[in-house]
């Protein structure tokens, strides 16, 4: 016969009360650690891009020479174009057929591939590479002239991100000395100024690729460059005659590592920091471009580093730091410009 006493007795529960602000501040917390981990990996993707489109420059100099600018730049996005659209297949995804957003495309193509690259590389035949490096760490600067002239995200240009523009382009001065900047009275002035414009063309770029928010990063990169490959083909024909060129094994390596490393997997990074970081924050990238040329040409070809170096990469990274990272007082939503 069983007992009441048989039974096990419940577990003891001891209720301890709480704050009612504690919740609160848990999550706010979180939400707090949520963002710098999220900033953190997104300034990891910037960093990475920086690296990857900083040796561009010396792959460009490695073609160059027995392969035109047209026909590089038609087979580099051309390549990438097929290998962005058989990605984004493979995860699922399709390429839209509104002839709206393929227009849109066009012109994503023109200002973020074909013309920028173009004028780049037209501009490495005539001038030196420090030289385009130092030329092309600029777009921030038109991002913000942009910005403020048209009153485009002016609630969200605060000092921070002003100093810090400031501090990257001290930063990239410092880094190429003094020397790579004295050839810019003998270089060809129009090779100068096909630079400049490619800056433009990459700062006008994440203006314009902010309408493609509602897209994969993956679809939008095989839709571009799809554009960019339309418009580099046919111009490569009629003005290059590529089939009539003799490039060597190493130009022809070079301009494969343009199309898969520094177009295709840099384009898919790059249409996700628009959506992350806003339009500033990717092209403060530029600064670590730079930088990054700078690195690989002491690795690869011998350069000496000096302390004026090391400072300089100090500089960059402090400046990208604080146009990348949110203001204290920030409006809500995704950045403006």
Not at 10 to 24: E, K, S, Y
Request: charged fraction near 10%; hydrophobic fraction near 55%; glycine fraction near 10%.
């Amino acid at each position: 016969m069983r007992s009441e006493f048989s039974q096990p007795a419940p577990p003891l529960r001891i209720m301890v009360p709480t704050h009612p602000g504690a919740d609160r501040m848990n999550t706010q917390a979180q939400q707090a650690t949520s963002e710098q981990t999220f900033l953190t990996r997104e300034i990891g993707l910037l960093l990475l891009l920086s690296l990857i489109w900083g040796s561009s420059f010396t792959l460009i100099k490695v073609a160059i020479p027995t392969i035109p600018p047209f026909t590089m730049v038609a087979a580099r996005v051309t390549i990438a174009a097929i290998l962005l659209i058989l990605i984004a297949s493979a995860q699922g995804h399709f390429l839209p057929r509104q002839r709206s957003v393929w227009a849109a495309f066009l012109v994503q193509g023109l200002l973020q591939s074909a013309l920028p690259f173009t004028l780049i590389s037209w501009g490495e035949m005539h001038i030196a590479s420090g030289l385009a490096g130092v030329l092309n760490a600029t777009p921030p600067m038109f991002v913000l002239a942009i910005a403020m002239f048209t009153g485009r995200g002016h609630r969200t240009i605060s000092g921070q991100k002003i100093i810090g523009i400031g501090l990257g382009l001290a930063g990239v001065a410092m880094t190429m000395g003094i020397d790579a900047l004295s050839g810019i009275g003998t270089a060809a002035p129009l090779a100068q100024a096909a630079v400049l414009g490619a800056s433009l063309s990459y700062a006008l770029a994440p203006i314009w690729g902010q309408r493609f928010s509602n897209l994969p990063a993956i679809v939008t990169a095989a839709g571009a460059m799809s554009c960019a490959a339309i418009l580099m083909l046919p111009a490569a024909a009629a003005l290059e005659q590529p089939w009539r060129l003799a490039p060597t094994a190493q130009a022809i390596a070079a301009v494969i590592a343009l199309a898969v490393v520094c177009t295709a997997l840099a384009m898919v990074i790059y249409f996700r920091l628009i959506h992350t970081l806003g339009p500033l924050g990717t092209t403060s990238g530029s600064y670590l471009r730079a930088g990054f040329a700078v690195a690989l040409g002491i690795a690869l070809l011998g350069e000496r580093l000096t302390w004026s170096g090391l400072a300089g990469m100090a500089l960059i990274v402090a400046g990208v730091v604080a146009v990348t990272a949110p203001s204290r007082k920030r409006n809500a939503g995704k950045p403006s410009i």
